[in-house]
DNA sequence: GCCGTTTTCGGCCCGACTGTTTTCAGTCG
């Protein structure tokens, strides 16, 4: 479940955004914005962490500092309970919208009563926000597009959210005497960007137990439906969750029904048909006698159908039934295959953990090579220059020398560090530094940060000039999309893709959850150019350098193999690739 | 509210863009 670390984050997250909101001091909220992020992204757990232990975390202070232990200890956070019952909760995800921020929010509730986003677009369309003071047409009209981009995510869960929460259910399930097995399927086990509702299976003989402990877990809000197969509750986290017990020998039809996708589905039961065989979530059977074949493992079903088992990343109908029968699918890459991540910050730029913290924890996670790429001057809020990106060069060179030799027990050896830096691809497809001073970098990423809004043209000879440039290696989250906040950018990805292949420039797919970029249509589509690819962090923090699973994860769902990732490769063959056919 | 080669006050990543204004507030990265 998460971190107490993350809980008391999302608290004074909170807090930030209501004294934001009810126009309280601002450089107040960003302290309490900035301590947010240092707890969330803070290596410890705070809960084992005393008063004095929290102040050491920067940006912690005595006020947070004892607000966060009166938190832990009693529960109770005073200060923020005093701004809730002055701001509905409605007005806070008001701010949740694209381009509306915590002052229009504050003069939608004050003017006009507004404290929900459904009563924000009834507002709308009764013309009644062109009356204010700073609110016109334009600005109506944007925020009515904000909230189509929010809804068109559906009220989904990022993956990283659900996946959470699904673990903990299925770890308190099994716990529970008469688990055979238990485990979740739907969209997760798939590996979607982004979840509707959490499936949950069991197999046992008797389902009421499960039931119970079930709709009892603290983070229920609501039991929705509770019968002796099914159990479907709304938990806390906006998240629905369905629990289904089933008998031990339907297991594999179960898994393979709730599994998904429901194309996917169609097609496999399509086959029985033309068996005469009837497949359902309690098995595969004969159609005429109704007698049970198969049931226990999905691997039987399949096998029976004449079809290997399929991964479920790969069960969307794309093409996946058709491999498997000519026994074509793709071994798939696994988090395992990894030995690196090639994007990564510290805070020498917007990143929390100073250089060695980062380095460290990466060397626990076994990666035999890793990157550091902070942001260049041309993102001016990160202040950088030359001298300290050549200061941080000589700490990176140092630490290799202590990580690049120290003797592991793995097969792996040691960690190797490569310096690198995050280039910003300006409107005209340049970056930052001329290409005397980029040479310099083991590994250079380069990614759009602003002037999302040129035309399609506009955007794409810039990527194409970012990839021809011979010192850019990766472009960074290639979309640019943030997941229920900002679309990607429109370019012809063809062209784009061509130009990948063509100059030797990797696409990332940018792992963190929130981000999930290039997404798996596009990886499918790229890699029919034969593009290569970098799965990295973009960690901002220690934490983050977990999320490089959630980038394997849409990898497997545009059915890269390990070769594809260029960071599946040994050091020697990774650094030939980053020289890009240049000389040296 | 935090922090300190400005050390108990007075700063606080800095700039662009947008839509509203006619000099600027709000939002974003």
Redesign the pocket.
Known sequence: MARSNDEVAELLREYADLIAITGG?A??A???EK?ARAIGGHHADVRTLDAEGL?EI????????DKVTAYLSTGDFA?LEKLRAKIPEGVRRL?AV????????YTLHQELGVSSVDELVEAIHAERLRDL????????E?ILHGVELMRSAGGRALIDVALDLAEDVVATLSRIDGCLRCAYAGSLRRGRETIGDVDVLVAAEESGPFMEAFAALPYVSEVIARGPSKTSVRTDKGLSVDLRVVPPDSWGAAMLYFTGSKAHNIRVREIAVREKLKLSEYGLFDAESGERIVSRAEEEVYARLGLPWIPPALREDRGEIEAAREDALPELIEESDLRGDLHTHTDLT?GLAPLERMVAEAAKLGHAYYAVTDHAPNL????MTEERILAQREEVRALDGVYGRRGRTDRRGGMRLLHGVELNIDPDGEVDWPAGFLAGFDVCVASI???F?QSREELTRRLVRACENPHVNIIGHPTTR?LG??PGIEFDLDEVFAACARTGTAMEINAHPNRLDLRDEDILRARRHGVRFAIDSDAHSVPDLGHLRFGVGTARRGWLTADEVINTWPLTRLRRFLRKGRRG
């Open positions: 001091d450089f107040k960003r302290v309490y301590a102040r920067p940006g912690v202070g005595r006020s947070i500092a200060a701010t694209p381009g509306l921020g915590p002052r229009k929010a003071k700073g609110f016109g047409p334009r600005t109506e944007n917007d001016y809020m990160q202040q940060h602003s002037h809004g943030i906040k900002r």
